[in-house]
């Protein structure tokens, strides 16, 4: 007999999809007063102190195991590191709406990925990827895209890489043998992030700012760093726990979907007719990818 799905985690789920979604306008706005990298890693301190804080209050602070470390800092440099400052370059000079699709685009990466690990792979998945692809073609609109703006073209590539780095640390997560709770390795995981991005904005944004005078500054860092960051991290791992996977993956994919709607209301952007038929192909490649992945 299917065990009954409690009605916290349909909850857990939805607050997953509204804190991730709102993520995207809610970072935009915080770049208008700061520059990518030293956002990036503003965002990581502040999520490792909260996840500190969240694991002691829960009693459940812990030194990692030895085995988790290379998870630990995969997910911290991957996942963390790479993703944030690679999102919120691309963030800076493109809409918001088309930033979280082109990013979000982790899922398909993953089956290449996977068949270089030598996983087995479904033709369901490859066809999956191939419409996504063709929905990524469709976001860039590669016959109306202006070949000389460099910053433009950065911008799609530094999304769809954040997309990539992420893809890499799934393929370890999923291949990796616990000892510690995901939950739990979330402030070392988010503590490497934060000397890696501390480094890497001194290094590349050695003229980098946060302006700290600045209200909508510390909006979108309170919100992403010490609220929505840590609080949907728990709340997914509780999810993962509690629901079908597929059906947990599935429910994700609201996230794109409610950042495009989240930006038209929050920063006026239009849905235009290839934002639209573009995250839609994304969305169901998404989603041909995850049901065959499903039966594994």
């Given amino acids: 007999m299917t065990r009954p799905i409690p009605r916290i985690a349909w909850l857990q789920l939805a607050a997953n999809i509204i804190l991730f979604g709102l993520s995207w306008p809610i970072i935009k706005i915080g770049l208008e007063a700061s520059t990518p990298l030293w956002f990036a890693a503003a965002r990581a301190t502040l999520s490792a102190t909260t996840a500190f804080i969240l694991l002691a209050c829960l009693g459940r602070l812990a030194w990692p195991h030895r085995a988790d470390w290379p998870i630990v800092l995969s997910v911290g440099a991957l996942q963390l590191s790479c993703f944030f400052a690679f999102s919120n370059l691309g963030l800076q000079s493109l809409p918001a709406g088309r930033s979280s699709v082109l990013a979000y685009t982790a899922t398909l990466w993953v089956v290449p990925l996977s068949l270089m690990v030598g996983e087995k792979v479904g033709w369901r998945a490859v066809a999956g990827v191939l419409l996504g692809l063709a929905g990524i073609v469709v976001l860039v609109e590669p016959l109306r895209f202006d070949w000389n703006d460099r910053t433009i073209i950065w911008g799609h590539v530094w999304l769809l ?26 402030p ?28 909508e500054l510390w909006m979108s860092l309170l919100y992403i760093g010490a609220f929505a960051g840590p609080i949907a991290t728990w709340a997914a791992v509780s999810v993962g726990r509690a629901l079908p996977p ?19 209301v929050l920063l006026g952007e239009t849905i235009t007719m290839p934002l639209a038929i573009g995250t839609a192909l994304v969305i169901a490649g998404i989603a041909i990818v995850i049901r065959d992945r499903s039966r594994d």
Avoid: C, N, Y
């Fill in 161 to 186: 890489l954040a997309g990539f780095t992420w893809a890499i640390a799934i393929v370890h997560i999923r291949r990796h043998r616990w000892k510690l709770a995901p939950l739990d390795a979330l």
């Fill in 188 to 215: 070392w995981q988010m503590s490497v992030a934060t000397v890696l991005l501390w480094a890497l904005a001194l290094i590349a944004e050695p003229a980098g700012h946060l302006e700290l005078d600045s209200k």
């Fill in 246 to 264: 597929v059906v947990g993956s599935m429910g994700m994919l609201g996230v794109p979907l409610l950042s495009i709607a989240s930006s038209v």
